[in-house]
T-cell receptor, first 110, second 108 residues
Framework: SQTIHQWPATLVQPVGSPLSLECTVE??????LYWYRQAAGRGLQLLFY??????ISSEVPQNLSASRPQDRQFILSSKKLLLSDSGFYLC?????????FGPGTRLTVT | AQRVTQPEKLLSVFKGAPVELKCNYS??????LFWYVQYSRQRLQLLLR??SRESIKGFTADLNKGETSFHLKKPFAQEEDSAMYYC??????????FGPGTRLSVLP
């Protein structure tokens, strides 16, 4: 069966520091992968999606970037974090039929 | 542009009362619509999809193209239904567009 992992579960980082969040999927090949941010009162916002290795589409211009170095690995990064980057980040894989979400990472930028 | 709106941030009902979570969308084509749910300390997960015309945990949702709505309904709410509910639209560009979510609180 397919599983999706995210780490770390929680992260506290100072403003201006770099960020790297990792997401991996098992049990499926060539999945569509997604990064979302879940903010209180603002719902679920799609940040990036990828349909294959090295193929990244950005939905919202911001301080973050994404990369897909391997088929089942999706990384969310930042060179310098802002206070506004705080939030709950969700990785997902799926298709038009359904999205499967990871457990999420709670990021607090101080 | 595709957009999904959920007018209520918080909805409180008493156990046994009917519940309706509202969802409206804007999309130029024929939409595929979904409801996702996130229970406390659990992952966000699919509740139901309109193409399946299914009832899950007593919930149903009917697509009304005239009113561009996909409201989620349950005749008798249970305390375990308390959760965050997201309406979502698939736009055939490999993307899902999610609404801002409604927190349902079912009171005893």
């Amino acid at each position: 069966s397919q599983t999706i992992h995210q780490w770390p579960a929680t992260l506290v980082q100072p403003v201006g520091s770099p960020l790297s969040l990792e997401c991996t999927v098992e049990g499926t090949s060539n999945p569509n992968l997604y990064w979302y941010r879940q903010a209180a009162g603002r719902g679920l916002q799609l940040l990036f999606y990828s349909v294959g290795i090295g193929q990244i589409s950005s939905e919202v211009p911001q301080n973050l970037s994404a990369s897909r170095p391997q088929d089942r690995q999706f990384i969310l990064s930042s060179k310098k974090l802002l206070l506004s980057d705080s939030g709950f980040y969700l990785c997902a894989w799926g298709s038009s039929y359904e999205q499967y979400f990871g457990p999420g990472t709670r990021l607090t930028v101080t | 542009a595709q957009r999904v709106t959920q007018p209520e941030k918080l909805l409180s009902v008493f156990k046994g009362a009917p519940v309706e979570l509202k969802c409206n969308y804007s999309y130029s084509g024929s939409p595929e619509l979904f409801w996702y749910v996130q229970y406390s300390r659990q992952r966000l997960q699919l509740l139901l999809r309109h193409i399946s015309r299914e009832s899950i945990k007593g919930f149903t949702a009917d697509l009304n193209k005239g009113e561009t709505s996909f409201h989620l309904k349950k005749p008798f709410a249970q305390e375990e239904d308390s959760a965050m509910y997201y309406c979502a639209l698939y736009n055939y560009g490999q993307n899902f567009v999610f609404g801002p979510g409604t927190r349902l609180s079912v009171l005893p």
